[in-house]
């Protein structure tokens, strides 16, 4: 696998990933497949939305902490409660696929690691797998 | 990868699309390995759930509207904010398995594609990937 | 692929799986490539989380309580339409990366069957992909 690393500068951040996501798999050499994108944290995840308009990724967080009070009774003493949860609800891994040597987005998707416990240094491994039938 | 169209007729609705990517994954031959199913959009997802009883896939709308508001104050301008949230909260991807030629779904599984800001032309990709070791 | 049977023991759980996946995985002697986890099921899901401290799972399934209310007028007429809804938001796969025979997770990483519809015998299905380009 290759790893990258992420410094991530706030409490809660959608961080767009896919320029240094998209070079790494260039750099594979890959031709057609699928790649793997990985965090192997448990306080953030990974998801793919829209990075032409960064509003999108600020109404995403702000639904999250809708959604998952900071003020519910947790049990876990180190107040990152939301933040496990939150990376659950998202994931940990994305698969995108690979055809002529390129990661093939959808026209608006962006790829977002999603930090709910930062600010960290982060990383996310990835893999490319040159299987594909068709 | 092998593309299909998806015509959603509504703002929000869980289309089966399970016979389709059965058949799409049968034509292409593969006889063991891995499908992956993935939506090159960021205001629709794709989940597996119950497809026996579609009372089930409304149920996850009304849920999802509970708890991914539409009266929050979103910064989106376009006003589809929860849908990318939604689409998120769903995934844009998924991995079946696949044996002798066939998918390898659960007896009540189904494949959905939840769209969230529709009615819409969408596109389903799909890759078979004929790797598995055991 | 290969089969796992979990026994879960309460309505709503998180079960740590690791030990049981990374034994599974060492068994096919893969190498290097992709481990991928389903669960078969439409009440249950799969997520990667925190292992070290239980609370971590309570607060998980304590958030998607509150986020997913018992009390939503659910159309669903056996009663756990909250499974489903969960189910799906956790979500039905997981993709894990294999290394020098070992399955590659975080640190504090561990692999939670979540059920929500318990107690039931649950399936696992687990499949080794041998495809790593680097």
């Known amino acids: 696998m290759l790893k990258l690393d992420i410094m991530t500068t706030k409490k809660e951040e959608l961080i767009d990933i896919t320029q240094r996501v998209t070079g790494a798999i260039k750099a594979t050499q890959i031709k057609k497949g699928t790649a793997v994108i990985y965090v192997p944290h448990t306080t953030c995840g990974l998801t793919i939305n829209e990075k032409a308009d960064p509003d999108v990724a ?68 990835i893999q490319a797998n040159e299987d594909s039938l068709f």
Chains 1, 2, 3 share one sequence.
Do not use: C
């Open 58 to 125: 600020a109404d995403i967080l702000l639904a999250l902490k809708k959604a998952v009070p900071d003020s519910l009774p947790y049990a876990h003493l180190e107040g990152n409660s939301t933040a496990h949860i939150k990376a659950s609800v998202m994931g940990s891994s994305l698969q995108i696929m690979v055809e002529d040597g390129e990661l093939q987005l959808g026209r608006w998707q962006g790829i977002f690691l999603a930090e709910f416990d930062g600010p960290r240094k982060r990383e996310i491994w």
